[in-house]
């Protein structure tokens, strides 16, 4: 069984950058696409964007032009790189594993991450 940790959140000002990790361990990584979730306060979890095994990506329209997902199969991680952040970008950050990057909703993912907190300053 695969477990998914993610790292890289923080605090940053409006306008800045971070990049999200997320460690597979236990298993590869590689034949899983490789979903982003978030979740603010009082909202359901909101898809951010997938990668396929092969690096094809999929983004939500509300992250598309300042979201980039990547990943390195060798190291068994996954990347959101996030750029031009914005305060309605504050929220917990989750990566997840499915079976196509095509999927949107939370229930097509059957690997979870425990999240990381990213907030945006005004």
């Known amino acids: 069984q695969v477990q998914l940790e993610e790292s890289g959140g923080g605090l940053v000002q409006a306008g800045g950058s971070l990049r999200l990790s997320c460690a597979g361990s236990g298993r590869t990584l590689s034949t899983y696409a490789m979903g982003w979730f978030r979740r603010a306060p009082g909202k359901e979890h909101e898809f951010v964007g997938a990668i396929s095994w092969r690096g094809t990506t999929n983004y939500a329209d509300s992250v598309k032009g300042r979201f980039t997902i990547s990943r390195d199969n060798a190291k068994n991680t996954v990347y959101l790189q996030m750029n031009s952040l914005k305060p309605e970008d504050t929220a917990v950050y989750y990566c997840?594993?499915?079976?196509?990057?095509?999927?949107?909703?939370?229930?097509?993912?059957?690997?979870w991450g425990q999240g990381t907190q990213v907030t945006v300053s005004s």
């Open positions: 997840a594993a499915g079976r196509s990057y095509s999927y949107t909703k939370r229930y097509d993912y059957e690997l």
